[in-house]
């Protein structure tokens, strides 16, 4: 089946550690995301990316790291530098904007990450 | 600045009842439009979403949506609510630059 798959599900670091969320999709899609989600604040923007090798910062990104190597793959790290780590991450992916009305957002499970 | 409103946190309906979920966006353009819906700790599934044509857009699970230019709003509406329904319902919307845009979400309480 095709989807997004974010691992692991729940993940404990103490603090001053960078930590790295995994994000993989078998989609063929172009576009990636990475979201922060804190209750009451909804889904806020950390990175994304359009292409391989491409990537831009969002509203929240720092200390926030990711990389974008290969087309399924967009690997998420919380540095040291972040200072309240401690959320529901969600990875999305899209088909990319060029193909118009097929354009949407797929969403994995979740990674939540928890800063002891 | 471009960004989506939903102005109720928090909403409870009896099973059965009528539900209407606000949202407005402020954009400079007409967006691509769409609402998900969040059960606990799970990723965000979507209902629905509006690109151009006809104001009024049916999703999934019997909900539908109806787009207003002159409100800059995109509401969502289901005529009889089930207790499956509830959970955390999300506006969002896309942007030129290929950017998902969210509102901070309404929580869906049911009552039987």
């Known amino acids: 089946d095709g989807g997004i798959t974010q691992s692991p599900k729940y993940l404990f670091r103490k603090e001053g550690q960078n930590v790295t969320l995994s994000c993989e999709q078998n989609?063929?899609?172009?576009?990636m995301y990475w979201y922060r989600q804190d209750p009451g604040q909804g889904l806020r923007l950390i990175y994304y990316?359009?292409?391989?090798?491409?990537?831009q910062k969002g509203d929240i990104a720092e200390g926030y790291s990711v990389s974008r190597e290969k087309k399924e793959s967009f690997p998420l790290t919380v540095t040291s530098a972040q200072k309240n780590p401690t959320a529901f991450y969600l990875c999305?992916?899209?088909?990319?904007?060029?193909?118009?009305?097929?354009?949407?957002?797929?969403f994995g499970q979740g990674t939540r990450l928890t800063v002891v | 600045a471009q960004s989506v409103t939903q102005p109720d946190i928090h909403i409870t309906v009896s099973e059965g009842a009528s539900l209407e979920l606000r949202c407005n966006y402020s954009?400079?353009?007409?967006?691509?439009l769409f609402w998900y819906v969040q059960s606990p700790g799970q990723g965000l599934q979507l209902l629905l979403k509006?690109?151009?044509?006809?104001?009024l857009v049916q999703g999934i699970k019997g909900f539908e949506a109806e787009f207003k230019r002159s409100q800059s709003s995109f509401n969502l509406r289901k005529p009889s609510v089930h207790w499956s329904d509830a959970a955390e319902y999300f506006c969002?919307?896309?942007?030129?630059?290929?950017?998902?845009?969210f509102g901070t979400g309404t929580s869906l309480t049911v009552i039987p």
């Open positions: 954009y400079g353009a007409t967006p691509y």
């Open positions: 990316s359009q292409i391989v090798n491409d990537f």
């Open positions: 509006y690109f151009s044509g006809d104001t």
């Open positions: 969002a919307f896309l942007t030129t630059g290929n950017q998902f845009y």
């Open positions: 989609l063929n899609h172009d576009a």
């Open positions: 999305a992916s899209s088909i990319g904007l060029t193909y118009g009305m097929n354009t949407e957002a797929f």
